[in-house]
Nanobody, 121 residues
Framework: QVQLVESGGGLVQPGGSLRLSCAAS????????MGWYRQAPGKQRELVAH???????NYADFVKGRFTVSRDGAKNTVDLQMNILNPEDTAVYYC???????????????WGQGTQVTVSS
């Protein structure tokens, strides 16, 4: 079993900052890319940012320059530092990770339960 648990969501005023964290645990043999998606009410889930095992990052255009994704390989964690938040960033944010649970086991995508981020005055 693999679990991804997010933390750090909440209510913040426009222009403020939040830091999301996600920890993967369980039967983990190898973790590849980790990252964050978000889903706003009535919209499809969209990629926010991801980071490879080697540290290469990719960001959606709407967060470039405002959000930073990072990971700690030793702790199996991925964080998302979000700055200059605006109401359009309001969404449920989901952590994901590409994980192999054994040497011969195919890599699968695992997801966290989601954490609500609300940007409002």
């Amino acid at each position: 079993q693999v679990q991804l648990v997010e933390s750090g969501g909440g209510l913040v005023q426009p222009g403020g900052s939040l830091r999301l964290s996600c920890a993967a645990s369980g039967m983990i043999f190898n973790i590849g890319t980790m990252g964050w998606y978000r889903q706003a009410p009535g919209k499809q889930r969209e990629l926010v940012a991801h980071i490879t095992r080697g540290g290469s990052t990719n960001y959606a255009d709407f967060v470039k320059g405002r959000f930073t994704v990072s990971r700690d390989g030793a702790k199996n964690t991925v964080d998302l530092q979000m700055n200059i938040l605006n109401p359009e960033d309001t969404a449920v944010y989901y952590c994901y990770a590409r994980i192999a649970t054994g040497m011969l086991t195919p890599i699968k995508d695992y997801w966290g339960q989601g954490t609500q981020v609300t940007v409002s005055s």
